[in-house]
């Protein structure tokens, strides 16, 4: 489990840099004026040529690749849950790196996605406690 926990946090360190970095790149952008085709097709291209973005969709690439290798060695009710500490993570950063605001209701907030990781976290040591366990002799009865 210490491996798996490992790969998480490598991912989520790479998933918060991407969302801290899109964040950065979009609020640069001017938005569309208006919803046609050709405007968005513009504001895509703005978007491509933008190293915040670009930058930030490559290291949520990477996330993706750990999130893949997390979800092809433990089981999806353990990863994908634990995935949400990226909630935590990108509050921390936004608040220290993009200086948000955030009030005391969002750190309620954080604080709940961390108590959930937590019980996930044991719910999987206590199941992988439970399999190596031996199992009690069955007795048949007469």
């Known amino acids: 489990m ?3 926990l490992t790969i998480l946090f490598v991912a989520l360190c790479f ?8 964040s950065k790149g979009l609020r640069t952008l001017p938005g569309p004026k208006d919803y046609s085709p050709i405007e968005i097709a513009r504001l895509v291209g703005r978007g491509t ?3 915040n973005i670009v930058l930030g969709v490559a290291f949520e690439a990477v996330f993706f690749v750990g999130l893949l290798m997390m979800m092809s060695n433990a089981d999806v009710s353990f990863v994908w849950p634990m995935t949400s500490l990226t909630f935590v993570f990108s509050t921390v950063a936004a608040k220290f790196y993009l200086r948000e605001q ?3 209701l ?3 907030g954080v604080i ?3 108590c959930g990781a937590g019980l996930i976290t044991f719910s999987e040591k206590r199941k992988e406690r439970l399999q190596n366990t031996p199992t009690a002799a069955v ?3 007469n």
């Open 106 to 108: 969002r750190w309620i």
């Open 102 to 104: 955030i009030d005391g």
């Open 49 to 51: 040529s933008n190293k």
């Open 2 to 4: 210490a491996k798996l």
């Open 139 to 141: 007795v048949q009865p």
């Open 15 to 22: 998933e918060t840099t991407g969302v801290i970095m899109l």
């Open 112 to 114: 709940c996605i961390v």
